[in-house]
């Protein structure tokens, strides 16, 4: 009997207060001490909305810059192919000319040649029946050799220059003295000294021509319809 009183607790006794702290409370308490306020909240939230329109201006920064230099690339090809195209002409038009005047030089040194050859032509006589047999043969060679030449250099564009009787031209024309007379107007190529020669439309070298003129001063012919 004495130890069933000693073991059952008095009835009018409380039992004593648990003040541990259960491990349930013990993981909520620091994520709800932890959390942000909302002003914090509010100044994030900002932040996050701030760095889309700096992305945004940073995007329109980059295509502006990559449309003006496409714009400045465009220009450079547009020059360089209107330089190419210039520079192809311009080799087109020296190699036309090239091929066309490339002969001048040796054309010019060539006339001295025609000139004396032009000149023993002349003093071939026409008739040569009673010319010995060998110099008859070399005379006709000489003739033949002459047109030979001329048609050479006519083949190639040159052209002689003989202006008998025509228009004094100081583009193809070099005066070497005047011949006074009446029978025809002033200006008149009278004489033709040396024939001239030019290659297509390029002067080789002016005719040597003589040039008519008045036979007597104008003064002089209306002093004498004055006097009769």
């Known amino acids: 009997m004495t130890q069933e009183n000693d073991t059952n607790q008095p009835a009018g006794d409380a039992p004593a207060e648990n003040t541990a702290e259960s491990p349930i409370d013990a993981e ?34 980059d295509i502006v810059t990559l449309a003006a230099e496409r714009d400045e690339l465009r220009d450079q090809l547009l020059r360089t192919l209107a330089d190419n195209e210039n520079l192809r002409r311009r080799t087109e038009r020296e190699v036309a000319s090239a091929k066309k005047y490339g002969a001048m ?5 060539l006339m001295a040649s025609v000139d004396n050859l032009d000149k023993a032509i002349d003093l071939i006589p026409e008739n040569k029946d009673k010319l010995d047999e060998t110099l008859k043969n070399i ?65 080789l070298r002016p005719a040597m021509v003589g040039v008519s003129k008045p036979a007597s001063p104008p003064e002089t012919t209306e002093a004498s319809e004055t006097e009769s």
Do not use: W
Not at 47 to 53: C, L, Q, S, T, Y
């Open 105 to 109: 030089g040796f054309a010019r040194d």
């Open 139 to 203: 005379l006709v060679g000489v003739e033949m050799t002459g047109r030979e030449v001329a048609s050479v250099l006519e083949r190639h564009n040159i052209s002689k220059i003989s202006p008998d009787g025509e228009k004094f031209d100081y583009n193809l024309h070099q005066a070497m003295f005047e011949v006074p007379t009446d029978e025809v107007e002033p200006g008149i190529v009278m004489q033709v000294v040396q024939s001239g020669y030019q290659l297509h439309d390029r002067l």
């Open 28 to 61: 909520i308490s620091p994520n709800i001490n932890n959390a942000p306020a909302d002003g914090d909240d509010n100044a994030t939230l900002a932040n996050d909305a701030a760095e889309p329109e700096s992305d945004d201006i940073d995007g329109d920064d």
